[in-house]
Structure formats: structure tokens, C-alpha cells
């Protein structure tokens, strides 16, 4: 199907946007977009982070109005004021990061967005059971948001904007949360949506989840339409030309090793999480040889910010010996204790903990440069800090004004490679990196993918912890996954399969047998054609 | 101790808890829409000065405390103004009206320091007072404590069924994501900061009009604070809320009690108890992460913007 047929099935676009522009102070965030979709079309918004999506659905869901330009909703030019006014109008959205309140339940939350039309809570109750079958997104009405997982938390989202008279949803970045089982039951959802005459923007960086998914896209760079197409018959690679630009190198593949020595030892690390909205480890076994980069997938909040926080040093263990550094156990030492042992960390907020948001770079350089000779009886060697922030900003290019820059100014992809730099030019025996392209730009990306395997190369021990996949796929040379706390065994990334990682995410750890891997894997295609 | 002496002690309880419980119940749903109002002391002050002298001038009751909640209601709006219209940070805001309260409570109230009037009167309700030990406690008390009985069912029901106690929840939680889904933040928490003005404005007219019936300088002796801490100990539940107030009620009269029947036990030790009880059960409380987080407001005391 293409736009045209929609179209003409419905006799008037659904959306369209005319010359949609909105400036920010220091950057015009839209410049002339246009974009059009029609009933029951599932229409791509691609581009990297920046580009202008997020502003682009906001200004279509009512949250910021453009400074120039016209929304048409359904042939006529309307002013959409605020969310409230989008909801009525017909648009619902699923936002990344999840717009629910852990403490209420499911009801309470979708009662909430519907305002004075949720009525009895009672019957709304039923009808959350009965909209959410219907979609095959089964959800307990009942239950308080904190005891779902990230899916069951997308479903809540997205149920709630089924149970209003939908004729449009948004969906921003819906699959970074999603094992791939996930994805595939999400998109049975959305197809079937499509076929009852919804309209879906499906906001996304992910090619082949677009390939897979939608009629058309629209592709955006620098607030900028460069380009639209269909994306079953574009290939990936023009795609993604048109979302970075042709002057940008795309990831590649890169050699797997596999490593000499073990270096990090993790031996039944058992914990329990301080936060009730935690993950307790279970029993947590592997380890990270000198020269290998092993991935830990798992969707979040599955027990890696504990995991993490074990490693780091940042919470002590009850005994020395469930985390072992080249055999010796250290899970009662500080965090400068096992830095001195060889560990560096980058962790997944990058501002806040990886960095201070109001510090120059030069100070931020100290903040876990500080072994490296800056720091002599308590005095801080400016000079000498402020040489190693400048060989991280030039060995990693960095793009800042200079190296007194706040560190909150620079862009996300930016202040990544300035971390993941000020912690390799230490020289560590054990770098842990979590999320570490987590919302940066794919050159970005890249670039950071490139100073990993490098470190690997000169015999450091890399582990990575992070929710992309497709990344785990690029740069591991082994891969597990952990689930609600516990860490599936560890395999070679060239003898597993996406399958059976997504298996692992889901807690399935035991080796299925080849005829029944491939049972389920068929089973799977089955659903996906669906 | 005979029966009456623990009739009059749980009568008593329940006198002296009533303004901690107005003025908690006031702090619980501020503190639930996410603002933090350190100002309950300034305010329940000007409450009571003002409840005062209007009805030592007029003569009327009823004008003083109406007036007495209007006098905390305005006193929580120009915290607002500061606090959210300005988005300046709850604490330190909250702390200046404290201080601006007092001292104002002070000036204006100065003439009428030691001035007696006639205090709101208890109301027995027939047959229903003469119930052995709890009668009295329960039926035999003045008009603003059997609204205070309201009160509290009021706010309970408030946070368990309504809707709009949902929308103060969600707000109090995720103001991002309430805003998001077009729920009214702002509106929201100006909504509850005059609620709990108008609160602890009727829990110092209850000091000044009803309990003591005199104005003195700092009448509240600290109130205010006990009632923040009280908020924080019941972890934001009004049941919880009802229980500690007549608890504090009752460590203060036993100090008093005790003193009486002349055991021989330092005055200050037993002037101590109360707020030892509190921070006992506090920890006692608090001790369960698990059960206290899920009522803790997350966004409690962080400004909010909108358009960010």
C-alpha cells in the first residue's frame, strides 16, 4: 500500500503539515517540514537524535506551537492548543519515556488522561480488559504501574490511547524498550490498527524495524525534510545516508577476538536492591577476559543499574569475593580503590554522575582523572589537567569551543566521547561501560564503537551493558543477557542469534535443542508475518 | 487511674491533637502535589492573631476563624507567588514565610497580648457524650474538632476515590507526565498550597480561639513543625496521619498527667516525650522503605516548568 492508495481510500489525508517551522534560541529545531499521512497509514519520521522529531510530534500533539507553517487535520487548518485538545481531536501518543505513575494502577493512570470521560472506574476496569485483548495486549487493570515490566508499561500507554476514539498515534522510539519478541508482538498490534483505519506515526532510527513496518517515511536531518520514501523498496543504506548525510562514515563490521586471561571475575554475586523499585541480583556468575568485549543485553530495570553499581564500587558487597579483579576480590573496596586496581566506568547518565552538568570539561577531567598525576598533596595541578582534557578533546574530537566549556553544553553524542575518552586514556585493565551510545548521534556512535575496540585491541577487558542489540551484535565478543536479576550463560556472538538473545531477555536460559530452536524461531516468522 | 481520670485523658488527647491534625492534613495534601511548605508555623501564627482580633473586636466566632483560614490562605498564596509563580526554591521560601509569620503575628498582635475573650465551647450531644470513656472524647468536644473528624474523612475519601485527589497524586509524582497528558499542574498545586493555608490558618485560630483562648506572641510553640514531621512520619496517609496527631495529643497530656500525680520524674524529661515519640515511630515507620515509597510523593519540593 502506498500513500496514494490510502488516500484516495479515505478521500482526504488525515495529517498534513504545510511548511511547518519552529526556532529555539541558538537553533532552529524545524525548518519548513512537510509531511503527510492518511488513513490507516503507518508512516515513518526517521533521523538521528536532533534532528527535529521530538520538536516535530510535539508541535502535532499540542505540546509547543510551530512559529510558522500549518497543521491540517483532516483537510482543515486547525491550531492545536494543547495535549488535551490533540486527545480530543483524535491523536494519542507513546512517549519514550513513559508518562504513567509508578504508584497508581493501571485504571487510575488511564483514568488520568481520559479526564471527565473515564466515568466509573469500575467499567473502565472492563473495558481496559476487553480494548486490550482485542489488540492482543493482554494487561491486568488492577495492577500498580511499579510491579510492571517496560513492555507491559508501553501497553498501558498505548491502551490508553485505544480506549478513546483513535484516529492517529504517535510513537516515539516505541522499540528501545522492547525485547525482539516484543517488537514483533507490538507490530502485530500496529498492523492491526492500520487495518481498522488508524493512523500511525512511528518516530524511529531503527531501519529495519521501518523496513519491516511502515508504508512510507519521512526522513529528517537538522530540522530538515532530506528526503521521503518508501521504505520497502529504498535500501537501508540510502536511508541512512539521508539521516546522517553523506559526509558521515557508517558503522561497518568489525574482527571478533576472543581474548587470554580472565581478568573480571564475577562469582554468584548475590544482592539485594535498596530500592523497592529495584531488581535483586540472583546468584550473578561471569567473567571478562584481558583483550574481549563482552554484552550484557537486557531491557532495562532487569538489574544492571545494581549490577553496575556492584562493579563500579558505588555499592559495597557484604564479602570481598563475588567480584574479583585478576583473581583478587574486591567487593569491599571503594570506587578509587578499584580504580586503582585498573577499573574505569562510564555510567549510563552522562550528565550527573558521568559528568557535572555546570563544570568546565577541564574540571570534569579531574573528576575520575585525578589518579593520573593531576592531584599532587591535595593541590590540583592545573596545568597538567588541563593537557589531558585537551588530548581527550583532540584524540576523541570532541566538538566544544574549548575546554572550559560547561559540560551541559555540549551535545549528547559529544560529552559520550568525551567520557568514554577521559576514561581510556587511563590506560584501564577494565573499562565497564554502560549504555555507552545510549541517545548519541550514529557518528557518534561509531566513533565510540571504533575507540572500544581499539582498548580491546591493546588487552584491556570491556564490558558493555546495554539495550541495543543490534550494538551488543557490532561490538561483543561474547554476549549474554540478564533478566529480573539473573544473567543468562555467556556465548560466543558468532554462534547465538538475535532469537536467542531476545530468549535470554525473557528469562529463558536453558539450551533449547536445535529442532526445537528452530521450532520456536519458526513460530516466531509465523507471527511476525501475521 | 480510674475511669475518669482516662476519659478526661483521651478527651484531652483528642483537644490537643486537633491542630496538629488540621494543619497535617492541610501539609499532606500540599506535600502531595509535590510542594514542600515550611511555612505551616507562619501561617497557623497569623491564623491565630488574626482569628483573635476579629473576634475580640466583633465578638464573633465565626468571623474569627472564616477570617483566621482567609489570613492562612493568603499568607500560602504569597508563597505560591514566590514558589511557583517564580519558581524559587519550596525550602528556602518556606522558611522565610515561617519567619515573616512570626515576626508579622508578633507586630500586629502586640496590643492584644494577654486580652482574654470567650473561647469556643465545647457541645455535648445528648446520651451519645454519657458513652463510658470514649463518649467524651468523641461527643462531648467544640464544633471545630467534630470538623476536624470531617476533615479528616474528607481527605481520606479525597485520596482513595476522587478524582481530582488522583490528578493532586499525579501531579505530586510526575508533573512532566501530568502535564503531558493535559492535567492542569500549576492550577493543581496552587489548588493544594491553598488548601493547606487555609488549614493551618483554622488550626491557629483553633489556638487562639478554642484551646487557649488568648493571643500570645509564638502561641504555636513549634506545631507547625511537629505537623511537618508528622506528614513525613505517616508517610503522606491520613489514617496514619489521625493516629500520630492524637499520639502527640496524648504524649502531651501524660507529660501532664504524670506531673500531677507527682512522680517524681524531671518536668523537662516528660516535656521531651512527644517529640520523642515522634522520631521513634518515625523510625519504627520509615524502617520499611518498601511501603513508605509508594505514598512518598517523588516530585515533593522540585520546581516545575512547563515548557522545558
Known amino acids: 500500500m502506498n500513500r496514494q492508495v490510502s488516500a484516495t481510500l479515505s478521500g482526504q489525508l488525515r495529517l498534513q503539515l504545510k511548511g511547518i517551522t519552529k ?102 476496569g472492563r473495558k481496559i480488559s476487553t480494548v486490550s485483548k482485542q489488540y492482543g495486549m493482554e494487561l491486568n487493570p488492577d495492577r500498580h504501574i511499579h510491579s510492571l515490566s517496560v513492555g507491559e508499561r508501553q501497553r498501558v500507554e498505548i491502551v490508553r490511547c485505544l480506549v478513546q476514539d483513535i484516529k492517529l498515534l504517535i510513537l516515539d522510539e516505541p522499540t528501545s524498550v522492547l525485547t525482539p519478541q516484543e517488537v514483533e508482538t507490538l507490530f502485530v498490534t500496529l498492523r492491526q490498527l492500520s487495518a481498522d483505519g488508524c493512523s500511525i506515526l512511528f518516530i524511529s532510527h531503527k531501519l529495519k524495524e521501518v523496513q519491516a513496518l511502515c508504508h512510507n517515511a519521512t526522513i529528517l536531518r537538522g530540522g530538515k525534510v532530506t528526503g521521503d520514501c518508501v521504505p520497502a523498496e529504498a535500501g537501508a543504506t540510502k536511508m541512512a545516508q539521508l539521516m546522517v548525510g ?29 530500592d523497592p523499585f529495584g531488581t535483586s541480583l540472583k ?35 557484604d564479602s570481598s569475593d563475588p567480584v574479583k579483579f585478576s583473581g583478587r576480590g574486591v567487593g569491599l573496596l ?152 539473573e544473567i543468562s550463560p555467556a556465548k560466543a556472538t558468532l554462534d547465538t542469534s538475535i532469537e536467542e538473545v531476545g530468549r535470554w531477555m525473557t ?8 529442532t526445537a530452536a528452530q521450532h520456536v524461531d519458526e513460530m516466531l516468522n509465523t507471527s511476525s508475518i501475521n | 487511674m480510674d475511669i475518669d481520670l482516662i476519659t478526661n485523658v483521651l478527651y484531652a488527647m483528642v483537644r490537643t491533637g ?153 501531579v505530586g509524582e510526575n508533573p512532566h507526565a501530568a502535564n503531558s497528558l493535559g492535567l492542569p499542574v500549576m492550577r493543581t498545586r496552587y489548588l493544594a498550597v491553598a488548601f493547606g493555608g487555609g488549614m493551618a ?11 487557649t483562648p488568648l493571643w500570645a506572641e509564638n502561641m504555636t510553640a513549634g506545631r507547625g513543625w511537629i505537623a511537618l514531621a508528622l506528614v513525613v512520619f505517616a508517610t503522606w496517609r491520613a489514617d496514619r496521619i489521625i493516629f500520630g496527631a492524637y499520639l502527640f495529643g496524648l504524649a502531651s497530656i501524660l507529660n501532664l498527667v504524670v506531673q500531677g500525680l507527682g512522680y517524681p520524674v524531671s518536668p523537662n524529661l516528660l516535656a521531651m516525650m512527644p517529640y520523642a515519640a515522634t522520631v521513634l515511630v518515625l523510625v519504627m515507620i520509615s524502617s520499611n522503605v518498601m511501603k513508605s515509597k509508594m505514598y512518598t510523593p517523588m516530585w515533593l519540593g522540585k520546581p516545575f516548568h512547563p515548557h522545558s
Open chain 1, 23 to 124: 526556532q529555539y534560541p541558538g537553533c532552529l529545531a524545524n525548518d519548513k517540514v512537510d509531511l503527510e499521512i492518511g488513513a490507516g497509514e503507518i508512516h515513518a519520521l526517521l533521523g538521528e537524535n536532533g534532528a527535529g522529531k521530538s520538536t516535530l510530534m510535539k508541535m502535532i500533539y499540542g505540546v509547543t506551537k510551530p512559529d510558522a507553517g500549518e497543521i491540517l487535520w483532516q483537510g482543515s487548518v486547525v491550531e492545536i492548543k494543547d495535549p488535551s485538545m490533540a486527545r480530543k481531536m483524535g491523536i494519542g501518543m507513546v512517549f519514550q519515556h513513559f508518562s504513567l505513575f509508578e504508584t497508581l494502577t493501571v485504571t487510575e493512570n488511564i483514568a488520568l488522561a481520559l479526564g471527565d470521560d473515564a466515568g466509573d472506574l469500575q467499567q473502565l
Open chain 1, 246 to 274: 553523506s559526509d558521515t562514515p557508517i558503522s561497518s563490521n568489525y574482527p571478533k577476538a576472543t581474548g587470554t586471561e580472565v581478568f573480571l571475575a564475577v562469582e554468584n554475586l548475590t544482592n539485594s536492591s535498596e
Open chain 1, 283 to 317: 546468584k550473578v556468575n561471569f567473567s571478562v577476559r584481558r583483550g574481549e568485549i563482552l554484552g550484557i543485553a537486557g531491557v532495562a530495570g532487569n538489574g544492571q543499574e545494581e549490577l553496575l553499581a556492584a562493579l563500579s564500587g558505588e555499592h559495597l558487597l
Open chain 1, 334 to 485: 571503594d570506587p578509587r580503590q578499584r580504580r586503582e586496581l585498573g577499573l574505569a566506568f562510564v555510567p549510563e547518565e552522562r550528565l550527573g554522575r558521568g559528568a557535572v552538568p555546570e563544570m568546565s570539561l577541564v574540571d570534569n577531567t579531574l573528576l575520575t582523572g585525578f589518579l593520573q598525576g593531576l592531584v599532587n598533596f591535595g593541590f590540583i595541578n592545573q596545568g597538567k589537567t588541563e593537557q589531558f582534557s585537551q588530548k581527550i578533546i583532540d584524540d576523541y574530537k570532541v566538538k566544544t569551543p574549548n575546554n572550559r566549556t560547561a559540560a551541559q553544553s555540549l551535545s549528547g553524542g559529544n560529552l559520550q566521547k568525551f567520557i568514554i575518552g577521559r576514561e581510556i586514556l587511563q590506560n584501564p585493565q577494565l573499562l565497564v561501560a554502560a549504555h555507552p551510545t545510549w541517545g548519541v548521534d550514529i557518528g557518534a556512535a561509531t566513533a565510540i564503537h571504533k575507540a572500544l575496540i581499539e582498548l580491546r585491541d591493546k588487552g584491556a577487558a570491556i564490558l558493555v551493558v546495554s539495550e541495543d542489540i543490534d550494538e551488543l551484535f557490532l561490538i561483543s565478543d561474547r554476549l549474554c543477557a540478564i533478566c529480573d536479576g
Open chain 1, 507 to 514: 528469562g529463558v536460559f536453558e539450551q533449547i535443542e536445535p
Open chain 2, 18 to 170: 486537633t491542630p496538629l491534625l488540621i494543619v497535617a492534613l492541610g501539609e499532606l495534601v500540599c506535600e502531595r502535589s509535590g510542594v514542600l511548605n515550611l511555612g505551616q508555623e507562619g501561617m497557623m501564627l497569623m491564623g491565630a492573631v488574626v482569628g483573635f482580633i476579629v473576634t475580640l473586636t466583633t465578638g464573633s466566632l465565626m468571623l474569627g476563624f472564616m477570617l483566621a483560614i482567609v489570613a492562612g490562605m493568603l499568607m500560602s498564596m504569597l508563597f505560591a507567588a514566590i514558589a511557583l509563580g517564580l519558581n524559587a526554591n519550596q525550602v528556602a521560601t518556606g522558611l522565610a514565610l515561617t519567619i515573616f509569620g512570626t515576626g508579622l503575628s508578633a507586630f500586629i498582635g502586640a496590643a492584644y497580648v494577654g486580652t482574654p475573650i470567650v473561647g469556643l465551647e465545647p457541645i455535648a450531644i445528648p446520651y451519645l457524650s454519657d458513652i463510658p470513656l470514649i463518649g467524651k472524647m468523641l461527643f462531648a468536644q467544640d464544633l471545630v474538632v467534630y470538623l476536624s473528624f470531617g476533615l479528616f474523612g474528607l481527605v481520606y475519601w479525597f485520596f482513595k476515590s476522587s478524582r481530582l485527589g488522583l490528578t493532586v497524586k499525579a
Open chain 2, 201 to 211: 490558618g483554622l488550626a491557629g485560630g483553633y489556638l487562639s480561639l478554642a484551646y
